[in-house]
Every structure is written in C-alpha cells, then in structure tokens.
C-alpha cells in the first residue's frame, strides 16, 4: 500500500488549520516551497512550517523547488520539516552533495527529486545518501497539472535504482495524482504519492486519501 501526502499548495489558506485537521489521516505532509527562480511560481516558505509543526504531528515532507538550497535547507529543519527534497538541477554538484549531507548530519531524511526532463540515472552519484527520491510527473511549480504518462518509466527505473541499493529509499511521485494515476504509480513502483488538486477539490477529502492509499 503506498503512503498518500498531500499537498498544501491547493489548500484554503485562510483556512489552512480546518484544511490540515481535513486531511490528518494521511500518512506525510507535503509542502511545494516555490521562489519564484527556479519554478515560475511563489508559494510559502518557513512562517508556514514552523506554524504547521506546532499544529500536527503529521510528519512534514518538504520540497523545495528552489534555487542553490543549501543554504536553507538546515533552517526548514530547524522550523519542522522531517524530510528535506530539493532539486538535482537547483545547483551543481558539490554544493548537492553538501545539502544532502547537512540534512543527514541533522538526522532527518533526505531527498533529491528530478524534473520530468532529468533522468533518473543522474541522481545516481548521490543514491547511497537518499532517504527519498521524487519523481515529477507535472512540470513543477503548479497544482492542477495533468499527470504526464512519461513518468512511469522513471518510476520503473527509480524502483531499480532503489531496489538495487537495498537503502529503502522512498519513491516519491509529484503531479497530477488521482485515482486512475496513483494506481499506475504504484504498479512502476512509486511507494508515497503527492496529491494536491485532487485531495482538495474532494467532496469527502478522507475517503480520497482511502482510495489513492488503494485501502
Ligand atoms: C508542482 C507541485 C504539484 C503539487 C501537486 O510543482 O509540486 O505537483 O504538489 O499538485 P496536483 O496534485 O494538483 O497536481
Ligand atoms: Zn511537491
């Protein structure tokens, strides 16, 4: 069964507590953290997890689509965050390998994720250190998006990587989740599914929780 986490970009910011307390029988908290630079969007950043820590024990997956995020990531963790992704391609490679590792060294879990053009082989230098591996199936920065079926040959190839390292790295896929794709999804091999539209757009937001979970 995979673990459903859903994001709080479609949610009712004025009405973030009720939309949290809706959804509290997921499994993570997914966050889009935008800035504008490296994804043509602006969405929240540290006020909003450090308020929503203290409100859920849910735990709080990050994703950061950012630019250059080493020198944040340790501040998202100082306000909550339980697992810290952010992107292959927000800056070059020594300075990944040192936010990945700021991240472990503070004993919290730590993702890379890929955009849909970026293949998965590239995130291999740093597999051994990934505690999570996301998988974009939209073009990142919008809620809403359709998922892109390219996706689930990624998902395949992220669940060999990740069987082949024996590191129990999450496969985590991000974009257009609903039904139809969460079941697909899981079939290539993804174990944590994203959903932010369609949790929220839900007449009954527990019951569809229920049915992406497969339960
Ligand atoms: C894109 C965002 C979205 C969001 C999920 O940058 O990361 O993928 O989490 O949005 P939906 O579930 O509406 O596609
Ligand atoms: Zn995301």
Do not use: W
């Not at 507590?17 to 959804?23: A, F, L, P």
């Not at 800035?35 to 602006?42: E, K, Q, R, T």
């Not at 974009?175 to 794709?181: A, K, M, S």
């Not at 539209?197 to 339960?215: C, H, Q, T, Y």
């Amino acid at each position: 069964m995979v673990k459903v986490a859903p994001s709080i970009l479609s949610a009712d910011f004025v009405r973030l507590g009720e939309d949290i307390r809706s959804i509290e029988s997921a499994d993570l908290l997914h966050f889009d953290v935008m800035d504008g630079v490296f994804v043509p969007n602006l969405s929240f950043g540290l006020p909003v997890i450090k308020c929503v820590r203290a409100f859920t024990d849910l735990p709080l997956d990050v994703h950061l689509m950012i630019t250059r995020p080493l020198g944040l990531v340790e501040k998202f963790i100082d306000k909550g965050a339980d697992i810290v992704t952010f992107h292959l391609e927000a800056d070059d490679p020594d300075r990944i390998l040192e936010a990945l590792r700021r991240v472990k060294a503070r004993g919290k879990k730590a993702g890379l994720s890929v955009k849909p053009a970026t293949p998965v082989a590239a995130v291999e230098p740093y597999a051994e250190l990934l505690d999570n591996l996301l998988i974009m199936s939209v073009e990142p920065g919008f809620g809403g998006q359709s998922f892109m079926p390219e996706a689930l040959g990624k998902i395949e190839e992220a669940r060999r990587l990740v069987d082949r390292l024996g590191t129990g790295c999450e496969v985590e896929v991000d974009g257009g989740i609903n039904r139809r794709t969460a079941r697909l999804c899981e079939d290539a091999g993804a174990t944590v599914l994203v959903a932010g539209s369609d949790v929220f757009k839900a007449p009954d937001r527990a019951e569809e929780i229920r049915n992406l979970r497969g339960n």
